[in-house]
C-alpha cells in the first residue's frame, strides 16, 4: 500500500534552516508529482511547493519562494523540502503528498488532486 513518511521537522531559530523529507513507498515514485503542504494551529491547509515527477520543474507558494527548494531522489524514492531563512510563521505541520494523475502536465495546488498524505513533520520557528 502506499506510504509517505516525513521526517526532519523540529524547532528552528528565526533565520535558521531545515530539511524535511519525504520517503514514498507503494507505488512507482518516479511517475507522480509531489508536493508539501503545511497546516498552521487554527488554520487551512496551505499548499507550500510541488516538483515534477522527473524533478524538471518546481513551483513555490509566494510566501516561500525564495526561500524554500524542493527536491526529489527517484533512485531514493524521496521528496525533500529544504528550508532557509525561517520565520515564524512558518510554524506548523507539514505534510508530502502524491498527486492522483500519473504524470501531469504540471503541478496542482488544490487538495483535491492529491490522495495520498504523509502524517505530517511539525515545524516550530521560535526564538
Known amino acids: 500500500q502506499v506510504q509517505l513518511v516525513e521526517s526532519g521537522g523540529g524547532l528552528a531559530q528565526p533565520g535558521g534552516s531545515l530539511r524535511l523529507s519525504c520517503a514514498a513507498s507503494?507505488?512507482?515514485?518516479?511517475?507522480?508529482?509531489m508536493s508539501w503542504a503545511r497546516q498552521a494551529p487554527g488554520k487551512g491547509l496551505e499548499w507550500v511547493s510541488g516538483?515534477?515527477?522527473?524533478?524538471?520543474?518546481?513551483y513555490y507558494a509566494d510566501s516561500v519562494k525564495g526561500r524554500f527548494t524542493i527536491s526529489r531522489d527517484n533512485a531514493k524514492n524521496t521528496v525533500y523540502l529544504q528550508m532557509n531563512s525561517l520565520k515564524p510563521e512558518d510554524t506548523a505541520l507539514y505534510y508530502c503528498?502524491?498527486?492522483?494523475?500519473?504524470?501531469?502536465?504540471?503541478?496542482?495546488?488544490?487538495?483535491?488532486?492529491?490522495?495520498?498524505w504523509g502524517q505530517g513533520t511539525q515545524v516550530t520557528v521560535s526564538s
Open positions: 503528498a502524491k498527486d492522483v494523475l500519473p504524470e501531469r502536465v504540471g503541478v496542482s495546488d488544490e487538495q483535491r488532486e492529491y490522495d495520498y
Open positions: 507503494g507505488f512507482t515514485f518516479s511517475s507522480y508529482a
Open positions: 516538483i515534477y515527477s522527473d524533478g524538471s520543474d518546481t
